[in-house]
């Protein structure tokens, strides 16, 4: 029998500067805080929560996390929305493009006050 995984329950990230972090994720995404300590806040939606810990950040340990969009109009506002708050992403000039060499979906990438790189993606199938 092999285990069958569901929906991501959580993942934690160490960050330099807690109350930032937080800051920018509530300000960037569709999260509120879902409970809080001196050293760690869970940051959540009804698809996610992430948990940021006060510690030294090591984005290199995970090349990257994808979050889904329903739609390249969704990702095309968020391209907007990241820009508009002075979020660099990566490729300038060509942000949204396919996820791997040959992919159908389409996706962009950027990186978060502590270095830990993100995409946000469109699933295209066929």
């Avoid at 939606?45 to 950040?57: A, M, R, Y």
């Avoid at 095309?76 to 942000?95: F, N, R, T």
């Avoid at 396919?98 to 995409?119: C, H, I, Q, T, V």
Wanted: net charge negative.
């Amino acid at each position: 029998m092999k285990i069958h995984l569901g929906t991501v329950g959580h993942f934690g990230l160490a960050v330099r500067d807690l109350h930032a972090s937080a800051q920018w994720w509530r300000r960037l995404f569709d999260l509120e805080t879902m409970f809080e300590g001196n050293d760690y806040v869970g940051l959540t939606n009804e698809n996610v929560t992430i948990v940021l810990f006060i510690g030294e950040p090591h984005p290199e340990t995970i090349e990257h996390m994808s979050f889904h969009l329903p739609t390249m109009a969704a990702l095309e506002d968020a391209l907007a929305w990241l820009k508009s708050h002075g979020v660099q992403v990566e490729d300038p000039g060509d942000e949204i493009g396919p996820e791997a060499k040959g992919s159908k979906n389409m996706g962009l990438w950027f990186r978060d006050r502590d270095g830990y790189r993100w995409e946000l993606s469109v699933l295209r199938r066929r």
